[in-house]
């Protein structure tokens, strides 16, 4: 690990990286694991994403060591009671349950007074674990129904704060699915990372970010995806990176066959 940039996090005080961003290589596989924390290096596979806080260090520096390129997931816009930060959330930030995710709640973007500081030290962290990438969830929250007054433009303002925010830190940062925003978002965001747009029939939602050289990792999931053949052959077309999955994000998804 960069172990004199871990320890200059310590006084980080909100000034701007030294360290170039880097964005992920779209010509390579993907592979995710968010429910384990371990991910092995895997040949074929040049992109690797794992969860900020369970991943150890150690897994993140073998990644590196086997040339690997590693995205560190966070929620971004909701609330997780297993995470080690929960208490740092005052109450009225914290609104309704997120449909089928036991545990989870969303975000009053809007407070970036007492949010924001939750989330930078989020992203400090990523640098701590020497992540090249952060993958923040929850981002479209304006669309769902959070028990809050969201606004597009609400959304809009906290998303392009936190890509400066994850820029100031050297971070590259992916946009979590928000097929509404990209149009507005794609130049802020060096790659996307979308789930299920083929079973919703939206993935050309996405093309600005391929359209302009950018990565898009593709995740399906084996419960909605009859078809893999098709998907994978108009990934491709779109030159998005495309992998079938199970719900769980567990390390085991398979990518597309080589053409």
Known sequence: MRTLVAAALLFYSGTVSADPIKPPPRATGF??????????????????????FDADGTVIDALHTARG???????????????????????????????????ERWLDI????????ILETRL???????????DPDNVDGFANPTGFDLTKDDQLAFNRWLATAAHTRGLAIGLKNAAELVDELA??????????????????????FSQSGKAVFQIEYRRETADWPTVCRDAQARHFTAVLADLALDGTAEGCPKT
């Open 187 to 208: 130049i802020a965001f060096d790659f996307a990372v979308v789930e299920s747009c083929a079973a919703q029939k939206a993935c050309d939602a996405y093309r600005a």
């Open 110 to 117: 809007r407070r970036r007074d007492a949010i924001a500081p």
């Open 69 to 103: 390129y590693v995205i560190c997931y966070f929620s971004a816009g909701s609330f997780e009671n297993w995470r080690p930060d929960v208490a740092d959330f005052p109450q009225d930030v914290i609104g309704r349950d997120y449909e089928g995710w036991a545990g």
């Open 124 to 134: 400090d962290l990523a640098r701590q674990k020497d992540c090249d990438a952060v």
């Open 31 to 52: 592979a995710i694991s968010l429910s384990k924390p371990v991910l092995q290096p895997a040949p074929g596979i040049g992109v690797y994403e794992v969860d900020l």
